[in-house]
């Protein structure tokens, strides 16, 4: 059975930055496209980011990109979002994702099989 935990949520000032983490247990990393989702109070989750299995390929939501950055360590078994600059409009519960296959755009939360449970960010204006 495959696990996702999120951890690194928190609250930050504006401008400010934090590194979200998914630890990935059950499969070896490499097994999985992994993304990220976020969903704001009375909004519908979306797409904030991806990585391929390989680390080649990446993609972000317009709204975050050049702003964060997806990575994957296969050693650790867990990914990551480094989030600079933040903005209060990126307060949001985020949500790490896996899935077996590589899609572009990645972005369809209804393809990804595995989810964690959530880390809360908060950033005040």
């Known amino acids: 059975q495959v696990q996702l935990v999120e951890s690194g949520g928190g609250l930050v000032q504006a401008g400010g930055s934090l590194r979200l983490s998914c630890a990935v247990s059950?499969?070896?990393?490499?097994?999985?496209?992994m993304g990220w989702f976020r969903q704001a109070p009375g909004k519908e989750r979306e797409f904030v980011s991806a990585i391929s299995r390989s680390g080649t390929y990446m993609w972000y939501a317009d709204s975050v990109k050049g702003r964060f950055t997806i990575s994957r360590d296969g050693a650790k078994n867990t990914v990551y979002l480094r989030m600079n600059s933040l903005k209060p409009e990126d307060t949001a519960l985020y949500y790490c994702?896996?899935?077996?296959?590589?899609?572009?755009?990645?972005?369809?939360?209804?393809?990804?099989?595995?989810w964690g449970q959530g880390t809360q960010v908060t950033v005040s204006s």
């Open positions: 059950g499969r070896a990393l490499s097994t999985y496209v």
């Open positions: 994702a896996a899935r077996r296959d590589w899609a572009d755009p990645p972005n369809r939360g209804s393809e990804y099989d595995y």
